[in-house]
């Protein structure tokens, strides 16, 4: 069964970083591209980035280009989003998955960017 535990959500002032954090179990890991897709309360799904099996290329959307990178851990079977210079439009729930439009996603984790 596979599972997608997402963690690392936390309320932060407008400017600050977060690490997320996605355990992947029930599926080999290390066979999959990855994502992170995020909803705002009351909105649709957005894509947030992506990383390919081996962590050797990356990809994001451009309201987070240059702020949030995404990386992972095949070892420990661990997907991983550091979020920077955070800003009040983040605020949403974060999920992790494999594929851009979210289909497949854990409980997701909350961002709340607020001064």
């Known amino acids: 069964q596979v599972q997608l535990v997402e963690s690392g959500g936390d309320r932060v ?5 977060l690490r997320l954090s996605c355990e992947g179990s029930g599926f080999i890991f290390m066979n999959y591209g990855m994502t992170w897709v995020r909803q705002a ?5 957005e894509w947030v980035s992506e990383i390919n099996s081996r962590g050797t ?11 949030f990178v995404i990386s992972r851990d095949n070892v420990k ?5 550091q979020m ?7 605020t949403a729930s974060y999920y992790c998955s494999f594929d851009r439009a ?3 996603r ?3 984790t909350q961002v709340i960017v607020s001064s």
Request: hydrophobic content about 20%; proline content about 5%; charged content about 25%.
């Open 57 to 67: 290329r990356t990809w994001y959307s451009n309201a987070v280009k240059d702020r």
């Open 13 to 17: 002032r407008p400017g600050g970083s």
């Open 106 to 108: 854990g409980q997701g």
């Open 77 to 81: 079977g661990t997907l991983y989003l």
């Open 41 to 45: 309360a009351g909105g649709r799904i």
């Open 102 to 104: 979210g289909t497949e």
């Open 84 to 90: 920077n210079n955070l800003r009040p439009e983040d």
